[in-house]
């Protein structure tokens, strides 16, 4: 079992920045990923970012490319998203997933329990 804890949400203007961070306890990640989804009401979660927990090859969803970027600090067993140039669009609640195997996508994993971002316009 792998628990997830989050932490850094919260309300921004568009165009501000907000990071947000996941704490891993439990099994080791060390051949794994830990990702970050998001969820609006009436929609289905999406994939916004991954990290491969072991190289730190990151993969990103093509509507924030080039403004989130995901990083990993391994002896705290934390991934943190950075999101710059925030968007009304990017508003949703943010979930952490971590998964024991490198696709983050399957769906085998475990999930965090959601934190909301808010962005004005």
């Known amino acids: 079992q792998v628990q997830l804890q989050e932490s850094g949400g919260g309300s921004v203007q568009a165009g501000e920045s907000l990071s947000l961070s996941c704490v891993a306890s439990?099994?080791?990640?060390?051949?794994?990923?830990m990702g970050w989804f998001r969820q609006v009401p009436g929609k289905d979660r999406e994939f916004v970012a991954a990290?491969?927990?072991?190289?730190?090859?990151?993969t990103y969803a093509n509507s924030v490319k080039g403004r989130f970027t995901f990083s990993r600090d391994i002896a705290k067993n934390t991934g943190n998203l950075r999101m710059n140039s925030l968007k009304p669009e990017d508003a949703a609640i943010y979930y952490c997933?971590?998964?024991?195997?490198?696709?983050?996508?399957?769906?085998?994993?475990?999930w965090g329990q959601g934190i909301p971002v808010t962005v004005s316009s």
């Open positions: 990290i491969n927990w072991s190289s730190g090859s990151t």
């Open positions: 997933k971590a998964s024991l195997t490198a696709d983050i996508t399957s769906m085998f994993g475990f």
């Open positions: 439990g099994r080791s990640l060390s051949s794994g990923a």
